[in-house]
Nanobody, 121 residues
Framework: QVQLVESGGGLVQPGGSLRLSCAAS??????MGWFRQTPGNEREFVAA????????YYSDSVRARFAISRDNNRNTVYLQMVSLKPEDTAVYYC????????????????WGQGTQVTVSS
C-alpha cells in the first residue's frame, strides 16, 4: 500500500525558514509535488518535480522563496521554504503520481495526510 508521510511543519516567525519532507513508502514515483490548503479554500499548487529532479515547477507566489528537491535513494521529496510570510500559513500536502509533472490536484493519485505550517509572530 502506498503511503506518503510528511514531516517538518511547525510554527515559525515571519522571515524564517522551514524544510518539509515527504517520504514515500516502498517505491519511487516519477513526479511529486507539494500543495497547500487553508480553511474554506481549495487546495493550491506550490511546487512539483520530475523523476530525476531535472525539471521543477513553482507557483508564482513561492517561486523566489521555495525550493523543491528529491532524493530517490530515500524515496523522499523536500520543500525548502525561506523568507516565510504569514500568507504561507496552510496545511501542506505531498502528492505523487507516475504521469507527467502537473500543477493540478487532479494530476496526482496519491496524497499524504498534510503537515501544518504556521507563520506568525
Amino acid at each position: 500500500q502506498v503511503q506518503l508521510v510528511e514531516s517538518g511543519g511547525g510554527l515559525v516567525q515571519p522571515g524564517g525558514s522551514l524544510r518539509l519532507s515527504c517520504a514515500a513508502s516502498g517505491r519511487t514515483f516519477s513526479n511529486m509535488g507539494w500543495f497547500r490548503q487553508t480553511p474554506g479554500n481549495e487546495r493550491e499548487f506550490v511546487a512539483a518535480i520530475n523523476w530525476n529532479g531535472g525539471s521543477t515547477y513553482y507557483s508564482d507566489s513561492v517561486r523566489a522563496r521555495f525550493a523543491i528537491s528529491r532524493d530517490n535513494n530515500r524515496n523522499t521529496v523536500y520543500l525548502q521554504m525561506v523568507s516565510l510570510k504569514p500568507e504561507d500559513t496552510a496545511v501542506y500536502y505531498c502528492a505523487a503520481d507516475d504521469s507527467g509533472p502537473s500543477t493540478l490536484v487532479a494530476g496526482y493519485r496519491y496524497w499524504g495526510q498534510g503537515t501544518q505550517v504556521t507563520v506568525s509572530s
